[in-house]
């Protein structure tokens, strides 16, 4: 009895641990730097490029017309997708370089380039 308490105590104590490095994973799968594709007839702005961290953060740039916007934030890869800023959802989809970012509320999508 004492032994088996011991097994259980012990993978108490390392799912955290598993969990961790989970999460970890996930954000080398997309940390970098990715360049978007595209083109302002598309939509209304030119999308620069993203780089994100594995800590979890980002910073994005845009154009709108003669203008660069950047935004910071914070991301989570999850099994569903990409949360940004626990707020904006995208789905994802992986290939040797490229992700295809798609918003599953409009199905609006653009493909990113990894660049670094």
């Known amino acids: 009895m004492v032994k088996s308490n011991a097994c259980l ?3 108490a104590l390392a799912m955290p641990l598993v969990t961790a490095c989970t999460n970890s994973a996930s954000n080398r799968q997309i940390a970098g ?3 978007g594709r595209g083109n302002q007839a598309e939509r209304p702005f030119t ?3 993203v780089t994100f ?3 979890g953060t980002y910073t994005a740039e845009a154009k709108y017309g003669d203008k660069t916007r950047v935004q910071t934030g914070r991301y989570v890869l999850t099994d ?4 940004l800023d626990g707020t904006r959802t995208y789905d994802l989809d992986f290939t040797a370089e490229t992700v295809l970012f798609t918003d599953p509320t409009t199905g609006n999508s653009m493909v990113l380039d990894r660049f670094r």
Request: glycine share 12%; no cysteine.
């Open 53 to 55: 961290a594995e800590d």
């Open 9 to 11: 105590v012990a993978i």
């Open 80 to 83: 569903d997708g990409l949360v």
């Open 33 to 35: 730097t990715w360049e």
């Open 47 to 49: 999308f620069g490029s």
